[in-house]
C-alpha cells in the first residue's frame, strides 16, 4: 500500500517545474594573475585573468575590488575567460576576486565568487625637477635646463623621462643619477608645466619612478603671453618682405 502511494508522489514531484539555480549554485571560478610577482612596479601591465571550469557556455565575468566593488562586467572571451588589463598604480593596490554568469536575462545564474589575490605596488622615489635659471619669466628664444635628479642611491639610471601637456622625451643619460634637459623657447610646446621621471632595472625588470615635482615654464613679452602662432606669421610675412625687397633691389642695381 505504502509503495502505491509513493510512486504517484514521485510522479508529482517530477512534474512540477523545479526553480532555477539559486545564486553561487555554480562552482567558483578561479582568478590567477599573467606572470605573477611578490609585488609590481608603478606602470607595469597587469592581467587578472577568471576562468571557469564548466561544461557549459559563459556568458561573462565580473571583476571585484576589496570593497566588494564591481569594477568590470565583461562578456566571456572567445576561450571562455574573462580578462581585466591595467597598469599597476599605488592607488590600486588590494585583494580582487571574480564571478562568473551562465544563461540569459530570466535564467541567469551567478557563480560564487573565485579565490581572492592579492596585488603590491611599489614605485622608486620620485627624483626633483629644478629650472636653471630659475626666473618666473622667460623671453622668447631664452635658453632654459630642466635638470632632473634622481635620489643619490639611484647610481645606474638606465632612462630619464620629462613630461609636459604638449609631449614626452625620453633619453638615455651618459652617465649618473642627474639629466639636464637644455632647451629654447621657441615655440608653444616649451613653456608649461614639466615634470620628470627616471628608468631603472628591479629584478631583471625595467621600472618607471614616480614622477616629480612640477616646474613652470612662462614666457612672455612686455608682460602679455606671447601668441606663437601670430610670432611665426609675422616672421613668415617678415621674411617674405625681406626677400621680396632683395630681389627689386638685384634687379634695379643690375638694369640700372
Not at 502505491?4 to 539555480?21: T, Y
Not at 565583461?74 to 598604480?89: C, S, T, V
Not at 632647451?183 to 616629480?212: Q, T, W
Request: charged fraction near 20%; hydrophobic fraction near 40%; glycine fraction near 6%.
Amino acid at each position: 500500500m505504502e509503495v502505491l502511494f509513493l510512486v504517484p508522489v514521485l510522479v508529482f514531484l517530477h512534474l512540477v517545474p523545479q526553480p532555477a539555480s539559486s545564486a553561487g549554485s555554480l562552482p567558483p571560478p578561479k582568478l590567477s594573475v599573467q606572470t605573477n610577482y611578490p609585488k609590481y612596479f608603478e606602470g607595469e601591465r597587469i592581467v587578472l585573468i577568471c576562468s571557469a571550469f564548466l561544461n557549459r557556455t559563459v556568458e561573462g565575468y565580473r571583476f571585484f575590488n576589496q570593497d566588494g566593488q564591481q569594477i568590470l562586467k565583461m562578456a566571456a572571451d572567445p576561450y571562455q575567460k574573462g580578462r581585466l588589463i591595467f597598469r599597476a598604480e599605488m592607488s590600486k593596490m588590494g585583494n580582487y576576486s571574480c564571478d562568473y554568469w551562465i544563461g540569459k536575462a530570466d535564467t541567469e545564474v551567478t557563480s560564487a565568487r573565485s579565490n581572492s589575490i592579492s596585488l603590491q605596488v611599489k614605485a622608486p622615489e620620485a627624483p626633483s625637477l629644478s629650472l636653471n635659471p630659475s626666473l618666473l619669466e622667460y623671453n622668447l628664444g631664452d635658453n632654459v635646463s630642466l635638470v632632473c635628479s634622481a635620489p643619490p642611491e639611484r647610481k645606474e639610471v638606465k632612462e630619464f623621462q620629462f613630461y609636459s601637456d604638449k609631449e614626452e622625451i625620453s633619453v638615455v643619460p651618459p652617465y649618473g643619477n642627474v639629466y639636464t634637459h637644455n632647451m629654447s623657447i621657441m615655440e608653444p610646446k616649451d613653456v608649461g608645466s614639466f615634470m620628470c621621471g627616471y628608468v631603472v632595472d628591479l629584478s631583471g625588470r625595467k621600472v618607471i619612478s614616480k614622477k616629480s615635482n612640477s616646474v613652470t615654464i612662462v614666457q612672455t613679452v612686455n608682460g602679455n603671453l606671447v601668441n606663437f602662432s601670430s610670432w611665426k606669421r609675422m616672421v613668415a610675412i617678415g621674411g617674405f618682405f625681406f626677400t621680396i625687397n632683395s630681389l627689386i633691389f638685384l634687379i634695379s642695381h643690375l638694369c640700372f
